[in-house]
Structures are given as structure tokens and as C-alpha cells.
């Protein structure tokens, strides 16, 4: 029993066997969002050490973030933590058992996407 | 390989029996975080882009100053475990294992620099 067709087993077919569906392009966005906001921590965390050490580096790091490359990655920033709040309310709602079947699972992928790019437009206007 | 018994080749294999716990806890984070990032993007947005001087007085305030140290403990504490999930889900053995222990190291240093700047900012 023990040796029994041990590793030439099926496989089941995996992710580049399926054709993209918004559900999963959405779920596997939550993944990136949320993992990849650790560049915007670090630069934040950067720039409240060097407001903690003085005017000198304060400039330094003020001035990374508020150059073209630093406005983009906080624009990223800003959408990507939208994208993954949205996603995380959607994952909180899915979880209480709601929610789940296809045409409503679509249509929260839609409000996801939509909502994102909406909170991410209103931010940029306020700020 | 002829010698290993059925008891020794499924040992280790099964549920490590923390699961449940460790989803509840990123339950209770996201709930904390969906409360805490509009928060948080309200008043770090406010400030970004603002004089030294001005950045100073600003975290000198109570509410800025807790909104923005509870955002980092709450986000990467909740960075920590999710980015748990995705190394245990793409790498195996030893390397799944530093990855674990980089991130751990990674989010603790974030948030004690994090700190340490809001508390010298608000003192």
C-alpha cells in the first residue's frame, strides 16, 4: 500500500489551463495589492523616521516622495489600498456565506474594480 | 525509500491545526484596517506635501499621531499573516521557512521604526 503509485498520479489542471474569469483576476489582485502596499509602508515609514531626525533628511525623503516617481508609486499606492480594502470588504461579506453565487460574485468583481478607481479619483481631488 | 512506514511518510503532511486561528485573526485585523485606512488617508493625505515645520506640529496632535501609529501596528500585523499565506502557498521547505522568518523581521522592524519616529515627532 505503501509504494502504490507513488508521484504518477493525475494532476488536476492549474491556473494557466483556465481562461481568465473577473473572478479570478480579482481575487489574484488582492493578493498583489495587498502584498505589494509593503513599498508604499516602507517609503511612509521612511518619511516619518526622517521628519523624526531633522529638517535636512525630512527634505531628502519629502522630496523622493513628492518627485514624478514618488507621486506615481503613491498614485499605485493609493489605488492599490482602495482596490484591496474594497476586496476585503467583498472577502468579509463572501465569508458570512453571502454572496457567493455567479452573477453576484460578478457584479461585486465589477463594484471592486469601479470603486477603486472612483475612491482612488476622489482621493487625488481632495489631497 | 523502502524502509520509510505509511506512519512516517504522512507525518508532517496533514493540517498544521492553526489555520482557524490564524484566518480569525486576519478577520479581526481587516475589520479593524476597513475602519482605519479611510481614516488614515484622510489625515496622512492632509499633511503630505506640507512644510517641515508644519509636519511637526501635525503629529504633535493626538489624533493624527494614533491614527497613523494604529494603522501601522493594525496593517502590518495583518501584513504579516496574509503575506504568511502567499509564501506557504508558492514556496516549500527551507525556503518557505526564511521567507516566514523575513517577513515576520520585516514587519516588526517597519513598525518599531514607525513608532519610534511618531513617538519623537509627538513628544
Known sequence: MADVNRGNRPLSPHLQIYRPQLTSITSILTRITGNGLIVAVLLIVWWLLAAATGPDYFAVADGVLRSWFGKLVMLGAIWALWYHTLAGLRHLWFDSGRGLDIPTAEKLGWGIIGGSILLTLLTIILF | ?123
Open chain 2, 1 to 123: 525509500m523502502a524502509y520509510l512506514t505509511d506512519r512516517k511518510r504522512a507525518d508532517g503532511l496533514g493540517s498544521s491545526k492553526t489555520g482557524t486561528e490564524h484566518f480569525w485573526h486576519m478577520k479581526v485585523s481587516s475589520v479593524a484596517l476597513a475602519v482605519l485606512i479611510p481614516l488614515f488617508v484622510f489625515t496622512f493625505g492632509r499633511i503630505l506635501g506640507a512644510p517641515y515645520p508644519e509636519v511637526l506640529a501635525y503629529f504633535a496632535r493626538p489624533f493624527p499621531a494614533i491614527i497613523t501609529g494604529l494603522t501601522l501596528v493594525v496593517g502590518l500585523v495583518h501584513f504579516k499573516n496574509g503575506a504568511q499565506v502567499m509564501i506557504e502557498d508558492y514556496a516549500q521547505g527551507s525556503t518557505r521557512k526564511a521567507l516566514i522568518i523575513g517577513v515576520t523581521c520585516l514587519s516588526y522592524a517597519c513598525m518599531a521604526t514607525g513608532l519610534f519616529a511618531l513617538i519623537r515627532l509627538a513628544l
